[in-house]
């Protein structure tokens, strides 16, 4: 090896620890930060969901003993109820129910709305006006259904009255058949907002000429819709539907302003995630069903979350 | 072809019109001349006809419906309880009342002047630290190439995808053992290290587009990597770190589940936390209710009103990236 | 077959604040090959949007042979439109856009796919049918857009800018390619573009438009031969004519103190414009013996190969000379001589005197 190219060869090693120094510098702080306080408890969890619990104590080795016993528990799923089809069946299923009504929904509406403003004049405060809900609290977002409903103070009792159904005027929170798809609605007045907003920049990044082009090609307004327009925003609709999903798996304060913290009457709307904070924080503190139960809404979520990030 | 000036055109007064070797061509005026249209068919043209009209009637209908809810809560906030009984859309006898505000401010198991402060104190420290905190990590992540760099993505996209709840039992004990429960700085931890995982994705894809020979000039113009941060990733980014403060200002602020664990005490309380407690027992007092919900949302809604280009900006960026 | 014809045609835009075009008078006959030549901004592309019927005019009516049209849906008036950026499908291959207005039209697909091979024939693009248009050159892009345009038989072609995103040597190709393809399917045709190089080498007619208005329609020849106003000579040619203005006192040009040019044609104006195209003027170190001379400096050579551009300054602005070969140098006073017949006059509207 000649002196020179040995030479080089320390050089490059010094501008690669410098530069190692640099990145260490710069990540260290939030990494830290990011490991104490999200990944180690989620490795926490992952490890003690399979240990006994005594109060917030770590106990002994269980193997599965609480996942098993997790999944015979009527508050998350109501084996007997659920083949019933009756309130409330568990909040596992109560949850994936959720998921079924409220992402199709908000997504549809969302994309109805975004081609609905697409071109109108002041669509930017039409749009703002849709997504405001989405910037409040989600707990405010629960009170404001529970007022909504109110048999007296509430709006669309109101309006049930208005229209002359004064037999149907109820409180729609406490009736544990239907409550659930009250709040679903309210969940989908909230998150019409976001699929709206995601819609319409997609719809704004479709070039205007490839729809002109079509008219000119004699395609009316269904098939300009069905032939150009749904096949360029699928991909955001990918996004939408999984961004939805993750939303309504962690749903949480507006169950818990609706329903308290056990999820309405008998639970017949209780979540996963109001599930994992009565497991851990009332008494009886059963922290290893808590993991479970937070866990199981982890691996729910996990392989959309992937799937997103694959697309880039 | 031929040029088709017919004797029969008409041709107006009031824009002399010049000769072109036979064409008759017409000074364009800079505006559309009043003169040439009759009144009501101008007006005809300016109100959108058939179609569209309706159009913007349902649109507008359909973003008031939107509002319908939020509007409630605020006419509930200003008026006394027996008026909203009666439905707060009744306007026959109406009475303006901050009663209720006043309440809430001072509100027994909570008071919301001591609530909105401790969300402050808490927001604002969370939001500039995993702003500042996020850019340093995402930075080399996007730049250098450096080992466990996919185990990193790994845990990010593993943290952005995670429930809340997952971490709320490791930290609720990581934070007794240290003594930072229920204190404003064990909340904060909180926050800064759960939001890291979006906060990271999000400015790691932004800086990805940032063009290296930027950074290349300045390290020929002889800046250490700190100064390059400093002076050329730092304001490059300025556009996407203030839609990253924004975003997860609302986020922290508006969020329910950590304070709910980790905020016991009452005086230790955030804003939404206290919401919930108003409900009260037996009939529920609204106006109450609504009160605190309006104090506590019309922080996020001003800040959405006046940044909303880089809230709208950001929330897209951040999951269609 | 179609013809053409607008009568009077207004668009105003942003509720009458910005006007687009005014008072478009003109016709394209049956075959034609229309060119709207005119700068950016001009309103060329908004009038042809205008017969393609996406934009409805404000004021005026437009004609297909004996029908109005404004008004009437563009699936509805049987026309094709090329697009600048060529509007390509993107989820589509080349084959499904070029099918794509058959599709809509309801034809059956055995006619489909005869008519679909027979352009890509035509366009030479066989080999790319099954490709993404993400993944095929700019060329074949641009006859893919024209062969889904040709593909339905449309009674009018339109074309807006199609050839501006294309290289040069494309461009000169499919210059060729347009025209002859026009010429075998005898469409009526409007093309619009900036460039008056290809407006010159393909239309049959020219309409030159500026300000929303247009300036002169003519065919190529014409055109060069006979700039109807100022506007349009500093437009046309590279580089354009050059005019130099001045006083006309009894039958003498007088274009600053002590230089004067006779008057070309008689005229009362007493304000106007001699214009001499840079290739038919002279350039020569002597003093000629002609009154049809002007003296000045030359400032720069530009030898381009084919010809020598030699920039003068006479009285503060500069004339562009076009000659075979010079022996002038920067800085050499020069005259610059040119024939009679060669020379146009302007009046002080800016309009030609003949």
Redesign the interface.
Known sequence: MSVGSYLEDRLDRDVDR???T??L???L???T?????????????AV?SLFTWDG?TIGQFAGFETWIATFQDDAIINWDNLLAFQYPMGALPQNVIWMVVHVPLSTLIGLG?AL??AD?RGRS?????????F??????I???????Y?P??G?FN?LLRAIGLESLVRNWVQQPQIAIYALVAGGV?VQ???SM??YS??LAGI?P??L?????????RF?RFK??IW??VKP?TA?VVI?SM?WV??I??IV??AG?PSGGPGGAFSV??LE??QA??SVPIE?SK??V???I??VI??P???Y??SM? | MTDTHNADDPTDADSEPQTDGGRVYHEPPETAPLSDRPLPERLRAAVPSGARALRYVIAIGVALLWLVPLIGLFMASVRPLDQIIQGWWNFETLTVTFENYAEAWTFQSGPMRQAMYNTAIVTIPAVLAVTLLGTMVAYPFARFDFPMKKALFFLLIVVMAAPPELVAMGNYNTLRTTGLFDTYMGLILVHIGWGMGWVVMFLRNFLLGLPEELEEAARIDGASRYQIFKSIVLPYSAPALVSVAVIQFTWVWNSFFFPLVFMRSRENQLAPQVLPLMKGRLQIDWGLVAAGSVLTMIVPILLFVTLQRYYKQGMVAAVAD | MTRISMRSVSKYFDGGDTVANYKLDMEVDDGEFVVFLGPSGCGKTTALRMIAGLEDPSEGEIYFDDDRVDGTPPADRNVAMVFQNYALYPHMTVRENIEYPLKVRGVPPEERDERVAQVAELLHIEDQMESDPGEISGGQRQRTSLARAIVREPSVFLLDEPLSNLDAKLRLEMRSELKRIQNELGITTVYVTHNQEEAMSMGDKIVVLNDGTIRQVADPEELYARPRTTWVAKFIGSPPMNLFEGENRDGIVRLSEDNTLPLPTETSSTTVSVGVRPEDIAVSTEPSDTDWTVPGTVKTVEPLGEYVLVNVEVGGSVVNVKVPKTDAAAGDHVHLTFDPTDAYLYDEDGELVA
């Open positions: 410098e530069k190692l640099a990145i510098v710069f990540m702080p939030g990494l930060l990011f490991a104490i306080f999200s990944v180690g408890p989620m490795l926490y969890s003690g917030f709305l609905l403003f109108l405060i039409l749009r703002s006006m849709v997504f405001l809900a910037t409040t609290p989600t707990v405010v629960g009170l404001v259904l529970l007022f909504v109110d007296q103070a709006i109101g007045w019409t907002g976001f907003l995601l920049s997609a070039d000429a490839l002109e082009s079509a008219r000119v090609d004699g395609a009316g098939r032939d150009i096949p360029l955001v996004v961004m993750i798996i962690r949480f304060a818990y302003a308290g996963l995630g994992v904070y851990a924080f922290y808590a993991m139960v937070a866990l809404e982890l979520a996990l959309m979350a992937w997103i990030a880039d």
